[in-house]
């Protein structure tokens, strides 16, 4: 019976070439992408009102202005939406070669951000197309993924050894990626598997238990809201205190550290979501989250900022989906599958308050308040969060 069984489960098939030639173009974007990045990040290290508006356009302009892009490209065939995303993304990097405007710099952030999730989407239909089975699906992903994640690392880090400036780097990328870019037309075209997402309403909030885990959540990516628009005005506030002007390569190794620990913090979820959700583990995350981001804010240190750094990004990844998995004992899956998309709205929503907010309290000199007014009730409401109904 058992050898019946065995012969009756299909054999895994290798990658097809197709997948691992969109990965190969999704690493050589990535690396030319993380190159400009870290000169990025010391243009927008320049002033608090320059962290202020980055954090706005990426949280809020750019996520709104993906759903506009969905809503549309989601009659598209997925080849085409792809296509047409990357080659926005393409020409407002050639655009900021020669405009400096916060107009190109939310097409940047937009078309960007659009592109990764119509290539993600057309991942997934690529491999439906090829009638991939749920564990092939997950296999293939595992074997792949790889390859990005290095040269996200890697694009961090080269970008001052082989650049002096933005302008180099993002001219560099342009020309290669503008190379690569026939491979992504010789991919096949699938059919589209896009479903419009549910809609939510109000009432679907109602219950008492799912406006507690929403509370949660709000306050959740407030608190990130806030880390993001401090962090990179604060630490060039201390560049007396730190003992050397924060340059590209500076730069270059907190965003290692930071993509890095964010990696480690995802597999450590991976591995954990199989286990029971433990309350007091997940407070106590929170907790530590919260004295790492008082460190990455605070800290005199170039070494301590790096290890907050490093290990902030390692709990803020490991914390959000253990959050979500102490959820699943507290609200039924409709309540969940609401809450998920009602979110969705708030995160946009609060990526314009939470920035001028913080920004204008840490103008007054109370940034530190109002991050604990924030920080603060999160771990109060996590503490007291109902029991599992499983228990």
Request: some cysteine; proline content about 6%; glycine content about 6%.
């Amino acid at each position: 019976m058992a050898e019946k069984e065995k012969e009756s489960v299909p054999p895994m098939r290798p990658v097809p070439k197709e997948v691992k030639m969109l990965f190969v173009v999704l690493s050589v974007f990535a690396f030319m992408n993380c190159m400009s990045g870290t000169f990025v990040q010391v243009f927008f290290s320049q002033s608090l009102e320059v962290g202020v508006v980055v954090a706005i356009v990426g949280n809020a302009i750019a996520p709104l202005g993906f759903r506009v892009i969905n809503s549309f490209f989601g009659q598209v065939p997925p080849k085409i939406s792809m296509l047409c995303s990357v080659s926005a993304m393409l020409f407002g990097l050639c655009m900021a070669l020669f405009i400096d405007s916060l107009l190109v710099m939310i097409w940047g952030f937009t078309s960007t951000n659009a592109a990764a999730q119509l290539t993600m989407q057309y991942l997934e239909d690529l491999m439906i197309s090829f009638k991939a089975t749920p564990q092939e699906k997950d296999e293939w992903r595992n074997q792949m993924f790889l390859a990005p994640l290095l040269a996200v690392l890697g694009g961090f880090l080269a970008g001052p050894l082989f650049f002096n400036n933005l302008w180099q780097s993002q001219a560099a990328g342009l020309v290669v990626m503008l190379t690569t870019l026939p491979l992504l037309m010789q991919l096949p075209s699938p059919v589209s598997s896009y479903q419009p997402p549910p809609k939510w309403q109000w009432s679907d909030l109602k219950s008492s238990k799912v406006r507690l885990c929403l509370a949660c959540c709000l306050l959740q990516v407030a608190r990130n809201l806030c880390r993001e628009t401090l962090l990179s005005p604060s630490v060039l506030a201390r560049n007396h205190a730190l003992g050397f002007q924060m340059d590209s390569w500076a730069w270059a190794q907190l965003n290692f550290l930071g993509t890095f620990g964010g990696i480690v913090g995802f597999i450590m979820s991976k591995v954990m979501a199989a286990q029971p959700a433990n309350p007091s583990f997940i407070v106590l995350l929170g907790a530590l989250s919260l004295l790492m981001f008082a460190m990455e804010i605070h800290c005199q240190s170039f070494r301590a900022l790096m290890m907050a750094n490093f290990c902030g990004a390692t709990l803020r990844h490991l914390s959000s989906p253990l959050l979500w998995k102490l959820f699943e004992g507290v609200i039924s899956g409709e309540e969940m599958a609401a809450l998920m998309q009602a979110m969705g709205s708030f995160e946009i929503v609060m990526g314009f308050i939470v920035p001028i907010s913080c920004g204008s309290f840490a103008l007054m000199g109370f940034q530190t308040p109002f991050c604990l007014m924030v920080a603060l009730p999160l771990l109060f409401l996590m503490a007291t969060m109902p029991k599992s109904k499983a228990e």
